[in-house]
Structures are given as structure tokens and as C-alpha cells.
């Protein structure tokens, strides 16, 4: 009695076997019809079934997997819990859910109702599903080697209050997460103590707080990922042995927003990736032994906000270009190297030609510090009496942390 | 009217036949051709004109519209003889010096930004450069007005050079730095608008680091200063750093002894 809007072909297929309910009805893989509501077709199932459904319209909530079977939705059928607890909760192995498009899950203070809710299950496939209008999108939990990919997840909220995460991953172990498009969620992609998984090519833009957000996270990678114009760019947390390569971080402008923080991560490596036009490109706190290369860091306000707890971080052969301030940091303690980059505000030479500067390049300026002190000051960026004050201070240094230097600045941007 | 029009165009022509204005024009594109070739990047090059326009601009207006005023003061002297308004000579002059400024600033600088960097960022670069050659012109009028003696006078624009592009700057550190404690965008902002180089290069900043100035106060820049209503306002003060000086020297000059 439930789903109450069928599509032409559901209603030619009930007109052609006469079934006396207003249900839609669909086929199995033996050619069996069933009928009546998703939960039911998914009842008379047995293990190992593929269920197809040819369209429909199914206004149901809390429908639950607990065997292993395939669901294949043809000519886009819609789950719709309208706004009444979740839409799909999966509590088995081997599931997969492929071509559904899956909404209205219910916004919730007490509970995470998500579209997609996978609990204490093996070997899971999302694919290429439409998540639309959900407090969560996919929600795993306490899940091994599942994967989720091509799916297109759009919130729609406004507010980070009532708005859940796009992917949302707790407790789960070599996850794929791969060819997502997520947007207008709270986090894109959250991940809360998840282990060897792989998050590859999803682009996560218009969040209202992180594209991916890290906690508690080791042994994960993520690449060829874009995280655009989020409210705040993507956040790595109390991790180690993370590795984030060939991403691209945009637009994540405002007061706090940056492309990447990095808080108290270890063991990790940024390599590749392009940061342009963020308000902080890298900000780093009490980072350790990272190895930050051949990233492009460009049109950024701050570059690389480094604060001076961090040690052992790298910088090598990063490009910095057109971004208002290179580095800044508020101490003058410097545990970090700076070596081999290219900074365009460098004005060395180099006399024996072997594509490294002479001169050691300084990347914190004078004003730099004066703005992370008295942030009014922006006011005067690009005035004359910044200039004169940076002039100074390059001359006999006072203020700016003197082993903040890059011994080897390189003459040519190394990545373009 | 007519006669304000006759002084402007006699003063234009006495200045287009002056090499300055033919030397200026060059100089300026000159340096314009040269930073939009030496660097791929458009927005290099105009960040290299910011500083062009913030310094150098607002000096050769206000030293050559002084200095041109002293060289007339026989003609001036002459056309008080006739019966001719003393506010129809002046204005005749400011706009003759100006339009040549002008001139020589939209070719110079003009030219080569719109056809290298056709974009807002260009426009906005513009219409700042012109404004800022218009408002040191009509302080040079001031200037001049303020004392006979030519030395002086030219000290005077100097001076008034220096404190716009550089003593104001640092006052204003001093007070962000003094007053650390306390709230101090809102003052701030008002102590932008007291300076016309200080406004101009803000309303650039906004276009040009865009990215730094969202951050910790400098949202509140852009709310103010980067909506169509922070657009007329900026403006209007700009047109007030045109209108007040040239208005304050008209009535030094009505009632002074020549």
C-alpha cells in the first residue's frame, strides 16, 4: 500500500497482470514478479538474489537488508522516507546497492538517520546511486572492504546545526571511496577512525563546513580528489600515515577557512597537489614529519601558516606563487625546513648556474607578523610603509624568525 | 562659463606644447609596456602599476600642477586685470591641468591595461589612477594658492605628497599598534577614507588579494568597500578629495591679495 506514485511503465506492468493492489510491482532475476512495497520485494528474496526495479516512486522508510543480495534499480526508481527515520539501513555482508536514487531522510538531533545506513557489514557496494535530501548521505559504520562510488550525494542544507555529512564513515576498515560528487552537506567525506582506505576522485564542492574530514585516521590515502569552494577546505586530524596527492583545494574563502589544515597529523605526505586562491593555503598545528613536495601553491592569501609546534615538517619543491603572504608563524622557533622551492618574491641570482639561488630567500616577511598581531593592519598591505618595513627588516632582521629560510631557492617553479 | 572654458583650453594647449606632458605620457607607458611583458601573468604586471599609481602618479600631479601654477602667475596676474571672475581663473586652470594629467594618465596607463588586462581588476586600476591624478591636482591647487613665494609652494606639494603616501601610513600603524587593545575596525576604516591614496589602494587590494582579505578582519573590508553601496561611497569620497580641496583653494584665492 505504500509506494503511491508509479511511473508509466510500473502502471503498464500492473495493468497487464491485473494485480488487485496499487503497489508496484517488479521482477526478479528468475522471472518471478513481486509486489507490494521495496521492503517486501526484499523479504521474499532469498540470499544472493539480484532484485531489479523498473522505476517507481516508493514512499517507504527503514528498509532492512539483512541478507546478501543485490538491488539493481532500472529507469531510476526513487526511495523516498519523507522525512521519516532513514531510507536504507543494511546490516549484512555482501550487499549491493546500485542505480537507486534514495531521499528524505530525517533531520535529527538524537539520531543519524542517513539515505544509505551500512552497520557491522563485509564487502558492501554503493554504486552509482543519487543521494539527495538526506541528513546523512552514506553513513558506514563499523564496516570492512566496502565500496561507494559514483554516486552523486547533494544535501541541500544551509545551516551546519541541522545539516549531516555527505559520506560518513566510523570504525570501518579499507574502505573505497572513489568518483563520488557531493555537495550541500555539513563534510563532504568524514572519516572517524578509519584504517587503509583510499577516497580517489570525488569532487566535493559547496559544503558548508570540510570537503574531507579527517579524525583519528591512520593509514589512508586520498587523490585526484577536488574540494571546491567548502566552507572551510579540508581538515586532517589527530592522523598519522596519511598521504594526499594530486588533489586540487579552491576557493575556500572566508575568516577561518583554508585548502588544508593539518592538526596534530604524523607520518604523513602532500605531494602534487594545487592549492589556489584559498584564504590559507596549508595551515599546519603541532604537525610532525610531514613531507610537503612538488605541491603548486598559488592566488593564496596565506600560503602556509605554520605554527612553531611543528617539527620535522618538510617543504621541498613546492612552487609559491602570486599569494599575498608566503609563510607566517608566531613564534620564532623553527623545527622545519624550507629548502629548494621556488618563491616568486625571491630576488636572489644565481652566479654558478646550477638553478639554485645563491642568496638564502627568507619566506616570512615583516608584515607578515605584524598582521598575524594586529590583523587591522592588512589595511597597509601594499602601502609604502610596508614596503620600507620589509626592506628593513630584510636588511637586519629582528622580527622574522631567522632559521625560517630556504638555504636553495629555486630559480623556476618546478611544477607548473 | 565661456571664459572658464577659454582659460582651460588656453592652459590645455600651453601644456600639450610643454614636453612634460609628452615626457609623462611616455614614461607611463613606457613602464606599463614593459611589466606586462616581462611577466606572463597579467596580475603581476598590474600589481607592479598599483605601486606606479600609488606613488608616482599622485607626485608628478601634484609637483607639475603646482609648478605650472607659479609659471603662470603673470598670466593669472594678467587675467586679473580684465573683468573675469578670480573663480573662473582658477577653475580654468584646474580643468586645463587636469584634462592634460588626465590624458597623459588614460594613454599612458590607460591604453596598454585595457588592451593587456581587459578585466575588472584593469577597469578598477583605471578609474583609481584617474581619480587619484584628479584629487592631487586640485590639492596642488591648494597648494599653490596657499603662498606667493614659488619655493614654498612647491614644498608644500611635496610635503602633502609625502604625508599621503607615507607619513599617514605610518601614523596609522602607530595608532593600530597603540590602540591594539581595543576594537579598531570600524576607526580604521574611517582613517582609509581621510587618505585618497590610502582608499584607492584598498579598492585595488580588494580585486588583487582577494584571498588574504577574506580572512580575520579583512571580511569587513570587503563587506564595506567591495558591494555596489561600499562602490558609491568609495567613490564619493574620492569625488570629495576632487571637490573640497579645489573649493577650499577657491576661496583662498578669492580673497587674496596678488
Known amino acids: ?416 | 562659463m565661456q571664459v572658464t572654458i577659454k582659460i582651460a583650453r588656453y592652459t590645455l594647449l600651453d601644456l600639450l606644447y610643454n614636453r612634460v606632458t609628452l615626457f609623462y605620457t611616455l614614461f607611463l607607458m613606457g613602464v606599463s609596456l614593459v611589466v606586462f611583458n616581462l611577466d606572463d601573468n597579467v596580475s603581476k604586471g598590474i600589481l607592479s602599476l598599483v605601486n606606479i599609481i600609488l606613488l608616482i602618479v599622485p607626485l608628478v600631479s601634484i609637483v607639475f600642477a603646482t609648478i605650472h601654477m607659479y609659471n603662470s602667475a603673470e598670466f593669472i596676474e594678467l587675467l586679473l586685470a580684465r573683468p573675469i571672475q578670480r573663480t573662473r581663473i582658477l577653475f580654468g586652470h584646474f580643468v586645463g591641468i587636469s584634462t592634460a594629467l588626465s590624458t597623459a594618465f588614460l594613454i599612458g596607463i590607460g591604453l596598454p591595461v585595457l588592451l593587456y588586462a581587459p578585466s575588472a581588476t584593469g577597469i578598477t586600476l583605471i578609474a583609481a589612477g584617474w581619480m587619484l591624478t584628479l584629487s592631487f591636482v586640485s590639492i596642488a591647487m591648494l597648494a599653490s594658492v596657499s603662498t606667493r613665494d614659488k619655493a614654498r609652494g612647491i614644498g608644500i606639494a611635496i610635503l602633502l605628497w609625502f604625508l599621503f603616501t607615507m607619513i599617514y601610513d605610518g601614523f596609522v600603524l602607530w595608532i593600530l599598534f597603540a590602540f591594539n587593545d581595543y576594537p579598531l575596525e570600524k576607526p580604521v576604516l574611517v582613517l582609509t577614507a581621510l587618505n585618497p591614496v590610502d582608499l584607492a589602494r584598498i579598492v585595488l587590494l580588494l580585486r588583487i588579494d582577494i584571498s588574504a582579505f577574506m580572512g580575520y578582519t579583512g571580511a569587513l573590508y570587503k563587506d564595506y568597500f567591495g558591494t555596489a553601496k561600499g562602490m558609491i561611497i568609495t567613490t564619493s569620497v574620492l569625488l570629495c578629495w576632487i571637490i573640497i580641496p579645489m573649493l577650499l583653494a577657491v576661496r583662498r584665492f578669492k580673497s587674496r591679495d596678488i
Open chain 1, 1 to 416: 500500500m505504500i509506494p503511491i506514485k508509479p511511473t508509466k511503465l510500473t502502471t503498464f506492468l500492473i495493468l497487464m497482470l491485473c494485480i488487485g493492489t496499487n503497489a508496484a510491482v517488479h521482477q526478479n532475476e528468475q522471472g518471478h514478479y513481486l509486489s507490494v512495497s521495496v521492503q517486501s520485494m526484499i523479504d521474499e528474496t532469498v540470499p544472493y538474489d539480484t532484485l531489479w526495479i523498473n522505476g517507481g516512486y516508493f514512499f517507504e522508510n527503514n528498509i532492512l537488508i539483512t541478507k546478501p543480495i543485490t538491488i539493481i534499480g532500472r529507469q531510476n526508481p526513487i526511495l523516498d522516507a519523507g522525512g521519516q527515520g532513514q531510507v536504507l539501513i543494511i546490516r549484512s555482508d555482501d550487499v549491493t546497492i546500485e542505480g537507486l536514487t534514495l531521499k528524505g531522510s530525517a533531520t535529527s538531533n538524537m539520531t543519524e538517520n542517513a539515505g544509505i545506513k551500512i552497520e557491522n557489514a563485509r564487502r558492501v557496494k554503493i554504486i552509482a546511486n543519487t543521494l539527495c535530501d538526506n541528513f546523512f548521505g552514506v553513513y558506514l559504520a563499523n564496516s570492512v572492504k566496502c565500496v561507494v562510488r559514483d554516486n552523486i550525494i547533494r544535501g541541500g542544507y544551509e545551516r551546519e546545526s541541522n545539516s549531516g555529512n555527505g559520506i560518513h564513515l566510523w570504525q570501518c576498515d579499507s574502505i573505497e571511496i572513489t568518483n563520488n560528487v557531493i555537495s550541500e552537506h555539513r563534510d563532504a567525506i568524514y572519516l572517524e577512525f578509519v584504517i587503509n582506505s583510499h577516497v580517489f576522485g570525488n569532487h566535493c564542492e559547496d559544503n558548508i563546513r570540510y570537503g574531507l574530514h579527517f579524525m583519528f585516521s591512520n593509514n589512508d590515502q586520498y587523490r585526484n580528489n577536488v574540494f571546491n569552494n567548502n566552507g572551510a577546505g579540508v581538515a586532517v586530524m589527530y592522523s598519522s600515515r596519511v598521504e594526499m596527492t594530486d588533489n586540487i583545494f579552491e576557493n575556500n574563502l572566508g575568516p577561518s577557512s583554508f585548502g588544508i589544515l593539518l592538526k596534530d597529523i604524523t607520518d604523513s605526505r602532500i605531494t602534487g597537489n594545487q592549492l589556489l586562491k584559498n584564504t590559507i593555503g596549508i595551515r599546519l598545528e603541532g604537525t610532525s614529519r610531514i613531507e610537503i613536495a612538488r605541491n603548486n601553491i598559488e592566488d593564496n592569501g596565506w600560503a602556509v601558516l605554520i605554527t612553531a609546534n611543528c617539527t620535522d615538517n618538510d617543504f621541498e619543491n613546492n612552487t609559491f606563487r602570486y599569494n599575498s603572504f608566503d609563510v607566517s608563524t608566531n613564534g620564532k622557533l623553527v623545527l622545519n625546513t624550507f629548502d629548494q622551492n621556488y618563491w616568486d618574491k625571491y630576488e636572489g641570482y644565481d652566479l654558478d648556474r646550477n638553478g639554485m639561488g645563491d642568496v638564502p630567500f627568507h619566506p616570512v616577511s615583516i608584515f607578515a607578523t605584524v598582521v598575524s598581531e594586529v590583523p587591522e593592519a592588512i589595511m597597509l598591505y601594499r602601502s609604502f610603509t610596508q614596503y620600507l618595513m620589509d626592506r628593513a627588516e630584510k636588511a637586519i632582521p629582528s622580527v622574522t624568525p631567522e632559521n625560517l629560510v630556504d638555504h636553495e631557492p629555486l630559480m623556476k617553479p618546478s611544477v607548473l
